[in-house]
C-alpha cells in the first residue's frame, strides 16, 4: 500500500478516530470476555468431572456473567458502527463534493458525471466501511488471534509452533493474493462507474432515445455492459473463493490435529477433560478470526482501490480563492490580444483576439456556429484561462468577502478606483443567463433565490416582470409551482425566462447573454430586450445570438 493511500485515510478519518478506537477498545473487551468465558467453562466441566475443587454455583454464575458481557459488548459495537457509518460518511461526501464544486471547471470535464455519482456513492461507502467496519475488526481479530495464541502456549506449548512455521507461507500467499484481487476490483469498480453512466445519460436523454427510436440499443448497451461486470465478477469470486477454501481448509485441519492429539493426551491422563475442552474451544477462536480476515481481505482491497479512484477526483486542480473583487459602479471590460484553445497544441479558438466592452454599452456578438462565442464567455467568467493575452476591468471597486454582495455588506466597504485581470473572484460582476434550460428542481422561488439569497418578494416581482415571465403569476401556485429536474413543467421559453429573472437577480453590472432568447417567440423576444434596456440603465449588455432582431436592438457589434 502507497503511503498516499494511507495518508488520505488517516485524513478522512479525522473526527471518527476517537469513535474507532471505541469501537475497537469494546471489541477487544469482548475478546478477553470471550477468553475468560472459555476459562470459567473450563473451571465449570473441571469441577464437575471432579478434576478440580469448588464450588460449581459459583462458577456457573461466573459463566452466565460473562455471557452477558459478551452480549453487552457486541451491542455497544453495533450501535458505534451505526453512528460511525452516517457520520463519517456524511463528512466524505461533502468533503468530495466541495472539492468537485471548488475544482476548475475544464478539468471535471475529462469525467463522466456517472462515473463521478458512482465514486461520491459506492467508493465512499467503501471507504466507509473500511473506517467504520474492515479497521477496527481487524484489530480486534489480530489481537484475538494473539490471545488465542498465548493462551494455546499456557495450556500446551508445542502445538502454536506449528502457527508460527507457516506464517511465512501464509504471508507470501496472501500477498499475490491482494495483488490479484486489486486487479480484479479496479475492474469491477470501472465496470460499475461505466453502467452507471449509460443508466444516467440514457435517462437524461429519454426523449431522444425514444424519438430516435433507439431504446433497444441502448438496454443492449448495458446488457453488454453488465455481461462483462458479470464476468469480472465471477473471475474475482472464483478466485477469492479458491484462496478462503484453501485457508478454510487449512484450519479444519488444524482442527481436526488438535483434536486428535488432545484426544490422544486425554487417554494417557496428561490433559483433563476441561483442558480438552477449552483447548477445542480456542482451536476455534483461532479459526473463526482467521476466517474473518479472510474475508476483511477483500473489502480492504475494495476500500483501497476507493481511496485511489477518490484521489483522482480531489488531485484535480481548484479554482483559486480569496476575496470577491467587485465593482460598485459599472466597469469598462477590455480584451487584448487574446489567444486561447482548449487543449495545447489543439486549433486556436480565439486567435490575438481584442476588443473593448465600455460601460453600459450594448453590444451582440456574432459568428457562424463552433466560432467562438459561448467560449469567449467562459473566459470572461474566468471559467478557463487564455494561454496569451489579457482581460481586464477598469472602475470603481468594492472589497467584500466571496459571495457576499448585497446592499448592506456594499454599504460598509469603501470604493477604489482599479483595474483588475479577471479571475474566478471577478465573477461578481456578472450577470450570466446560459443557453439552454437551466432551471433545477424545486420551487420557481427556490431558483429564484438561487441568483440571490436575499432577494425580497418584490425584487422578484420585479425581475419576473422584467425577464416576461409575468406568466408565473397565473400559475396555480404562483412563484411556489414545483418544477422537476431541468425545470420540468414548463415549456423551453417559459423556462428561459425564469432563468433570465433570476440572473437579473445578480447584484452584477455586466450582462452575458448566451442565445438566451432562442426559445422565445419575436414579440416576446423584443419586449424582453425592452424591457432590459430600461431597467438595468447602466449596465452593459453583451449578447450572443444569432437572431437578426436582438443584433439590431444592440449598439454594437462583433463578429467572431
Ligand atoms: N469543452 C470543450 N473542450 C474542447 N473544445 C471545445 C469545448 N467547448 C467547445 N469546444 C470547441 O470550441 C469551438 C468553439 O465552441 P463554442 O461553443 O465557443 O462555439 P459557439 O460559437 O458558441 O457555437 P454555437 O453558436 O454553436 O453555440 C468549437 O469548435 C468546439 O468544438
Not at 401556485?477 to 431541468?486: A, K, P, V
Request: contains cysteine; charged residues 20%; hydrophobic residues 45%.
Amino acid at each position: 500500500m502507497k503511503t498516499a493511500q494511507l495518508k488520505y485515510i488517516w485524513e478522512v478519518s479525522h473526527g471518527q478516530r476517537g469513535c474507532i478506537l471505541l469501537s475497537c477498545f469494546t471489541g477487544i473487551i469482548g475478546v478477553a470476555v470471550s477468553l475468560a468465558f472459555i476459562y470459567a467453562s473450563k473451571i465449570v466441566i473441571d469441577i464437575a468431572t471432579d478434576a478440580a475443587t469448588g464450588s460449581l454455583t459459583h462458577a456457573a454464575i461466573l459463566t452466565i456473567a460473562l455471557l452477558i458481557a459478551q452480549l453487552l459488548c457486541s451491542a455497544a459495537d453495533t450501535w458505534l458502527s451505526a453512528r460511525m457509518q452516517v457520520e463519517a460518511g456524511n463528512a466524505l461526501r461533502h468533503r468530495l463534493f466541495s472539492r468537485l464544486l471548488q475544482s476548475r471547471w475544464n478539468e471535471l470535464e475529462r469525467f463522466h458525471t456517472g462515473d463521478i455519482v458512482n465514486r461520491v456513492e459506492q467508493d465512499t461507502a467503501a471507504i466507509v466501511g473500511l473506517l467504520t467496519g474492515t479497521i477496527p475488526a481487524f484489530i480486534v481479530t489480530v489481537v484475538q488471534l494473539l490471545a488465542a495464541f498465548i493462551f494455546f502456549c499456557l495450556l500446551d506449548p508445542s502445538l502454536p509452533w506449528v502457527v508460527v512455521g507457516i506464517l511465512p507461507i501464509f504471508l507470501l500467499g496472501s500477498r499475490f493474493y491482494m495483488k490479484r484481487m486489486h486487479r480484479y476490483t479496479r475492474e469491477i469498480r470501472q465496470s460499475d462507474s461505466r453502467i452507471q453512466s449509460v443508466i444516467q445519460e440514457s435517462l437524461q436523454h429519454r426523449t431522444v432515445i425514444k424519438t430516435l427510436e433507439q431504446g433497444e440499443r441502448h438496454i443492449d448497451k448495458l446488457d453488454d455492459l453488465q455481461d462483462a461486470l458479470r464476468s469480472q465478477v465471477f473471475g474475482r469470486t472464483r478466485f477469492s473463493l479458491s484462496a478462503r477454501t484453501l485457508v478454510a481448509f487449512a484450519f479444519s485441519g488444524g482442527y481436526l490435529t488438535a483434536f486428535l492429539w488432545g484426544a490422544a493426551r486425554l487417554s494417557t491422563g496428561s490433559i483433563t477433560f476441561g483442558t480438552m475442552t477449552a483447548f477445542l474451544q480456542l482451536v476455534g477462536k483461532v479459526q473463526r478470526p482467521a476466517l474473518d480476515l479472510s474475508r476483511l481481505l477483500p473489502s480492504f482491497i475494495n476500500a483501497l482501490t476507493a481511496v485511489e479512484r477518490l484521489m483522482e477526483l480531489e488531485e484535480l486542480p481548484v479554482e483559486t480563492t480569496g476575496e470577491s473583487e467587485f465593482f460598485v459602479k459599472t466597469p469598462d471590460l477590455q480584451l487584448k490580444d487574446i489567444t486561447f484553445s482548449y487543449s495545447p497544441g489543439d486549433r486556436p479558438i480565439l486567435n490575438h483576439f481584442s476588443c473593448n466592452f465600455p460601460a453600459g454599452s450594448c453590444t451582440a456578438v456574432l459568428g457562424e456556429t463552433g466560432a467562438g462565442k459561448t467560449t469567449l464567455i467562459r473566459l470572461l467568467l474566468a471559467l478557463t484561462t487564455p494561454q496569451e493575452g489579457s482581460i481586464t476591468l477598469m472602475g470603481e471597486r468594492l472589497l467584500v468577502p466571496t459571495g457576499n454582495h448585497n446592499s448592506s455588506s456594499a454599504n460598509t466597504a469603501l470604493p477604489e478606483l482599479s483595474t483588475i485581470e479577471i479571475s474566478p473572484q471577478t465573477r461578481a460582476n456578472f450577470v450570466y443567463v446560459p443557453q439552454g434550460n437551466t432551471l433545477f428542481s424545486g420551487t420557481i422561488r427556490d431558483n429564484l433565490l438561487m441568483g440571490n439569497p436575499h432577494a425580497t418578494a418584490t425584487e422578484m416581482l420585479q425581475s419576473l416582470r422584467t425577464a416576461c415571465a409575468d406568466f408565473v403569476f397565473s400559475l396555480p401556485q404562483s412563484i411556489d409551482t414545483s418544477l422537476n429536474e431541468q425545470g420540468g413543467g414548463l415549456s423551453e421559453g417559459q423556462a428561459q425566462r425564469i432563468a433570465i429573472a433570476r440572473a437579473l437577480l445578480r447584484p452584477g453590472h455586466i450582462l452575458l447573454l448566451d442565445e438566451a432568447t432562442s426559445a422565445l417567440d419575436p414579440e416576446t423576444e423584443r419586449q424582453l430586450i425592452k424591457n432590459l434596456r430600461k431597467d438595468c440603465t447602466g449596465k452593459t449588455f453583451i449578447f450572443i445570438t444569432h437572431h437578426p432582431a436582438v443584433a439590431e436592438a444592440c449598439e454594437a457589434s462583433i463578429r467572431l
